[in-house]
């Protein structure tokens, strides 16, 4: 996500945030927020009121809050473009393993949104074909006697074994 955006956005729901703590939530250094900041107050795009010596309150302008509406719009669609390249490599990696002749997959790792990007497409590749997936939560749940292939999509995910793959590496 933009540092825009995300400062943004932070601020909208935390108008007195430190800037500290605003750079955890950002995930930049002390002068990067400060910098990024000065720029959106000289563009007018945001507005500090300065409470007492240590606090202030953020603002965002309507020409921050069109800003901001720009950033996220493009950030939407960059999203989509994403989801829509992992949904279709994943897809086409399926069927070429069911032309291969694999029909059993199991999928492995956190249940989180990626994770249901690779379910429903699962999901659309056995309305095609008779295929059959497990969701485990343990690699020994595998039954190596079958033809399978292991899907796992977690950044950190490499599983040592050559039936499977990570779809974030596709």
């Known amino acids: 996500?933009?540092?825009?955006?995300?400062?943004?956005?932070?601020?909208?729901?935390?108008?007195?945030?430190?800037?500290?703590?605003?750079?955890?939530?950002?995930?930049?250094?002390l002068g990067t927020i400060n910098k990024i900041l000065t720029k959106l107050v000289d563009e007018n795009e945001l507005y500090i009121n300065q409470k007492d010596q240590n606090n202030y309150e953020y603002k965002i302008s309507s020409k921050g809050k069109e800003k901001k509406a720009s950033l996220l719009h493009d950030y939407?669609?960059?999203?989509?473009?994403?989801?829509?390249?992992?949904?279709?490599?994943?897809?086409?990696?399926?069927?070429?393993?069911?032309?291969?002749?694999?029909?059993?997959?199991?999928?492995?790792?956190?249940?989180?949104?990626?994770?249901k990007i690779i379910k429903m497409t699962i999901m659309e590749c056995k309305r095609n074909s008779e295929i059959e997936y497990e969701i485990i939560?343990?690699?020994?749940?595998i039954n190596k006697d079958e033809r399978y292939f292991l899907l796992t999509w977690?950044?950190?995910?490499?599983?040592?074994?050559?039936?499977?793959?990570?779809?974030l590496m596709l």
Do not use: W
Not at 11 to 20: A, C, K, L, V, Y
């Open 154 to 167: 977690h950044k950190d995910a490499v599983v040592d074994d050559a039936n499977s793959i990570n779809v």
């Open 137 to 141: 939560e343990n690699l020994d749940e």
């Open 76 to 115: 939407v669609l960059e999203s989509f473009d994403i989801i829509t390249s992992i949904k279709k490599k994943t897809k086409e990696s399926i069927t070429d393993l069911i032309d291969l002749g694999i029909d059993k997959f199991y999928l492995f790792g956190e249940k989180d949104d990626i994770y």
């Open 1 to 29: 996500m933009d540092r825009v955006l995300k400062i943004f956005t932070v601020i909208e729901n935390t108008p007195d945030i430190s800037q500290r703590k605003l750079c955890k939530e950002v995930g930049c250094s």
